[in-house]
């Protein structure tokens, strides 16, 4: 056991003190400084988009910027792991994605720890997913498009942002379900993936509407159908997957944000307030709508039971793929 001098405990309990009340003054004032807001994949992006119509808002309630910096790669894996080992000071935020809670399933290391190593701090919105095809490609139907790639066994690829994201778990699921046979190309995001689907590089993706609305609307790509239980309001013509012969696909990709773990609090609950205003604001329901985004908003409680349920879900569906991890 190891005794102190009645002065040296004194300096001991001072210095513990002066410390504590430091790191309450610095929650108390958070933010002091511009604050980086990191996107898991490349600019351009729908992820990437949707975060930089979020972030400005955010800056209004909390005073400072609000900055969006693209760290693409793995999946999100290196992002996720620069935020998790980043200080817990609410400077650091991670705009994370759906895929935060595929790779645990498809990745032996994704170099952190979901639960122990990042903390929610709130759902922000859902996007609907489509199948889409190269211009190229002569199906103009669901139905037309299974006809041709049954025909057609392993000379057709997609593409997705990355092993184990969500449109490759979609991608791949469809593919499982209608017998087709398909080679899987793998981005850094999805703004590369979608030029090359564009230059009939690959041939079909399921994505984000929100990240091709202009291909779309410019003839570059053709959306087949929408895994949406009714159709969008931006594309009144295209049916849903349900529409077209398959029921059971509704889904889509989801976003939120997350800080390191041990990130105090309070910090926590001035983003959340911060993001829940942002979310709040005409302007940006009314950019998200433009985007086929639909605004969601949680607490951090609530965040965080739903990014468990999402794991659960997909071990499941990795485990029914015969997914093994890289």
Do not use: C
């Not at 498809?106 to 919105?125: E, F, H, I, Q």
């Not at 307030?273 to 951090?300: C, F, I």
């Amino acid at each position: 056991m190891i005794f102190l001098s009645k002065k040296r405990a004194t300096v001991a309990l001072l210095s513990l003190l002066w410390a504590a009340a430091d790191a309450t003054a610095q929650t108390a004032a958070f933010p002091t400084r511009p604050i980086s807001l990191v996107v898991p994949f490349a600019a351009g992006g729908g992820t990437d988009l949707v975060a930089r119509i979020i972030a400005p808002y955010m800056e209004k309630t909390l005073g400072q910027p609000v900055l969006v910096e693209n760290r693409p790669g793995a999946n999100a894996n290196l992002a996720g792991a620069f935020v998790a080992k980043s200080k817990p000071d609410g400077y650091t935020i991670l705009y994370n994605t759906s895929s935060m809670t595929i790779n645990p399933a498809v990745y032996r290391n994704p170099g952190y720890d979901v639960l122990k190593d990042l903390a929610p701090v709130g759902l922000s919105v859902s996007i609907p997913t489509g199948l889409l095809v190269a211009p190229a490609l002569p199906a103009k139907s669901m139905v037309e498009f299974i006809a041709y790639a049954r025909a057609n066994p392993g000379k057709l690829s997609y593409g997705s942002s990355g092993v184990g994201n969500i449109n490759h778990m979609a991608a791949l699921q469809f593919t499982l379900s209608q017998n087709i046979s398909a080679v899987h190309v793998p981005y850094k995001g999805s703004s590369p993936a979608t030029i090359d689907l564009s230059a009939n590089r690959i041939q079909f993706m399921i994505d984000t509407v929100s990240n091709v609305t202009g291909f779309l609307r410019d003839g570059r790509l053709r959306l087949i159908a929408v895994a949406t239980p009714k159709r969008l309001t931006i594309f009144p013509d295209v049916p849903t997957f349900a529409e077209a012969g398959i029921p059971g696909a509704e889904g889509g990709a989801w976003s939120g944000m997350m800080v390191p773990a041990q990130t105090p609090q309070p910090i926590i609950a001035t983003l959340n307030a911060a993001l829940m205003a942002a979310l709040q604001a005409p302007e940006v329901r009314q950019k998200l709508a433009d985007q086929g985004a639909e605004v969601l908003g949680s607490t951090p409680a609530d965040y965080g039971a739903f990014l468990r349920k999402q794991m659960a879900r997909w071990a499941l569906v990795a485990k029914e793929a015969g997914v093994v991890p890289e």
